[in-house]
């Protein structure tokens, strides 16, 4: 398959394959996720929703025209900035008490808490100033605060362990902020009226002096005014003089009065007033008065006379103030007709006939006199309007929707948390299955193995289930000649013939090398990394494969440390390979150890018992020199079935003899980095020119590469 291709049977079987670690890594991560979850504080997350209005509206101005979009998008935009400022969040500490809260409260810091723990001293909680920044900062983390959109809606998030608390400081939050935004329109319009007030006592002023410059004027010409005909300025100014007087001395009198009344001294008010209903409640009190004098200081008399007494005292009070009331209605009403003698006057005189130069000076005092009496009724009508707006603002903003206690935790979210550990899982999952399949795992694909090893891949073998009739896989290659497990057998036969032909090399014969080159059987060494890989069954199958073909075929069971082809044939020899080896009588020839393979007359040395002296000492003998140099003459094809080259060495002597190596791989089993080593162990102790060859052995699912595609040539 080409390397660009996506074998997406591939892909599914490395799944299906590595199922279990891909489900472990899943449970890890969602057990993980689910301890994180338990292990963090829940938080809450309460919103209020506050509208702005950008008209900027009053009460007494409800019809005030909106300003344009991009002035009412930076005016929301101030707004955020407002809520969100150490102003308004004070405010909410103060009044939600949260310097005393568990959750926002003044505690010590990390540096304390550590220092606390390694007994370094006793840290205090911080006062004042810092105690308040640290609750500010916290509370500040909790707090969000945004713009809906481009809506004039603002959103004032609060986050907290307590979902009624999250609820509490939302709402406080934006109330604390349209409180501030109250105060400080009404605060603006004060300033106003302050600075219009200064500017009011001056206008007062100014037109205080105009009037009197006014009235300067008239009386300081007076006699001149007077002596025109007809004229009616002197007896005016008689009649004015005389309401003056009457208006001082009932004012002096009003003053002396509200004096008395202030030091309850009822003689000297009933001498001021003249009054027979002040004189008459007088006298009684004054009576009253001596028989309390009297009387026992606590007797019940004492008790009566002393109400009877303030009753009077009472009624003298109210008597007082309805006199000095009628005192100063009098003399308002002496105000007012002095008023419209002097708009008389004024009058009369701006008719007489005057000289030019008195005239215009005339008429300038009065224009200055009216500019100035307008000037401060207009200050005074500003004054009042301002008054009454400080006490009519209201807020910009208000709450359309307050915040309501949450049901659920915003954090941690535990959904969203255990999805994305899921992911993760999955993609973790996927990803060791990938790395253990290609790096760290067994082979599972005739690729993978070429791709590591470099090696030429001569088949794969299907993991058989064996029939009823079958003792051994080995024993499908009589049994089932047609099945996909000999096919496949035959595929590696195959294989290996091809490498052998290009690999032959002729044979000197006689110790000097002068004898005429002959032709010899080949040896095919069939070896493996570690135990347990299906080695020995392949050994068989492919040599019963070879006699079927017609070759003289001999198998070896060179594995002295655990023989078992004679295991897979069922037979127990007297004699094999461990007794030719040493030297036991009756086993000195090749042909007194060889059997006979009745199905497919396969010769075998078998290695029926196990050795008591280390192995490596009988391969690397004559002895065995002399066994390979018989079984080549005599035979077509010799086939070693060799120990694993990684538990023991026997494996690499045998490696010399053979003109071709099988090296049998188990599917999905073997470690990557067991078969790099065994392989580079191979390489070294091989002769050059004997090629490698490896097959993928004991393949999952019982069909290997094309097993499905082309079912209908196998019988099984």
């Not at 192995?615 to 035979?635: E, P």
Request: aromatic fraction near 6%.
């Amino acid at each position: 398959m080409d390397d660009q291709d996506i074998d997406i049977g591939g892909i599914l079987n490395l799944l299906r394959r590595r199922f279990g670690l891909i489900l472990a890594t899943l449970a890890a991560c969602l057990g993980l996720a689910g301890l994180a979850i338990l292990a963090l504080t829940p938080t809450f997350t309460a919103s209020a929703l506050v509208l702005v209005d950008a008209s900027r509206s009053t009460l007494l101005d409800p019809e005030t025209q909106r300003t344009n979009a991009a002035t009412d998008t930076a005016r929301v935009d101030s707004e955020v900035e407002i809520l969100r400022s150490d102003a308004v969040l004070l405010d909410v500490i103060a009044r939600e008490g949260l310097l005393a809260d568990p959750e926002f409260g003044v505690r010590l810091g990390l540096r304390e808490r550590f220092m606390a723990f390694l007994r370094l001293g006793a840290p205090d909680l911080p006062e004042g100033e810092t105690a308040l920044r640290s609750v500010l900062d916290r509370f500040r983390v909790a707090v969000s605060v945004q713009r809906r959109g481009a809506t004039y809606l603002i959103s004032v998030d609060v986050r907290s362990q307590d979902p009624q608390k999250a609820a509490q400081l939302a709402n406080a939050v934006a109330e604390a902020y349209i409180a501030d935004q109250t105060r400080a329109k009404i605060e603006g319009v004060l300033a106003a009226n302050e600075v219009l007030r200064a500017r009011l006592d001056l206008s007062r002023q100014n037109m205080v002096r105009a009037e009197e410059a006014f009235d300067g004027f008239i009386n300081a010409n007076i006699e001149q005014f007077a002596a025109d005909p007809g004229s009616s300025v002197s007896r005016l100014r008689d009649d004015l003089q005389g309401i003056t007087g009457r208006r001082d001395a009932l004012l002096s009198l009003s003053q002396s009065v509200g004096a008395a009344v202030a030091e309850r001294d009822w003689v000297a008010l009933m001498a001021q007033l003249e009054s027979d209903a002040v004189a008459q409640l007088e006298e009684q009190r004054q009576t009253l008065a001596a028989s309390l004098s009297e009387a026992a200081a606590d007797s019940p008399v004492a008790i009566d006379l002393r109400q009877q007494l303030a009753a009077i005292e009472g009624q003298l009070a109210d008597r007082a103030d309805a006199e000095l009331l009628g005192l100063r209605t009098q003399v308002a009403e002496l105000d007012e007709q002095a008023v419209g003698l002097r708009q008389q006057i004024r009058s009369d005189v701006l008719a007489s006939e005057l000289p030019v130069e008195a005239l215009t000076r005339l008429y300038q005092y009065q224009q200055s006199a009216d500019l100035a009496r307008n000037q401060y009724q207009s200050l005074l009508a500003q004054s009042a309007d301002l008054q009454v707006q400080a006490e009519l603002q209201i807020a910009d903003s208000r709450i359309v929707s307050p915040a309501l206690p949450p049901s659920e935790a915003s954090f941690p979210n535990t959904r969203l948390i255990l999805a994305l550990a899921g992911l993760a899982g999955l993609g973790f999952g996927v990803g060791l299955a990938v790395i253990y399949e290609n790096f760290l795992g067994g082979f599972t694909s005739e690729g993978q193995l070429h791709l590591v090893t470099r090696l030429p891949v001569v088949g794969e073998i299907p993991l058989q289930r064996l029939s009823f009739d079958a003792e051994a896989a080995a024993d499908m290659v009589i049994t089932a000649p047609l099945s996909h497990y000999a096919e496949s057998v035959r595929r590696v036969q195959a294989g290996l013939d091809q490498h052998l032909r290009r690999k032959r090399f002729p044979r000197q014969s006689g110790a000097a090398g002068n004898e005429p080159e002959e032709e010899r059987g080949q040896v095919i060494m069939v070896s493996s990394s570690v135990p347990q890989e299906g080695k020995t069954t392949l050994a068989l199958s492919l040599a019963r494969a070879y006699a079927q073909s017609g070759k003289s075929t001999l198998l070896i069971d060179c594995d002295l440390r655990r023989p078992a082809i004679h295991k897979n044939l069922g037979i127990e020899p007297e004699l094999g390979l461990f007794e030719y080896l040493a030297g036991r009588a009756g086993a000195d020839t090749l042909a007194s150890i060889v059997l006979r393979d009745q199905d497919t007359g396969l010769s075998v040395v078998v290695g029926s018992k196990r050795s008591d002296i280390p192995t490596d000492q009988l391969i690397t003998g004559n002895a065995f020199t002399r066994l390979i140099a018989a079984a080549v003459k005599n035979f077509d094809l010799v086939i070693l079935d060799t120990p694993p080259v990684l538990p023991v060495v026997d494996g690499l002597y045998l490696s010399q003899y053979a003109d071709a190596v099988l090296f049998v791989v188990r599917w999905s089993a073997t470690a990557q980095s067991e078969v790099r080593t065994a392989i580079s162990r191979l390489e070294q102790a091989k002769t050059p020119d004997a090629p490698v060859a490896a097959v993928l052995n004991q393949q999952a699912g019982g069909q290997a590469r094309y097993g499905k595609s082309y079912q209908g040539y196998y019988e099984e």
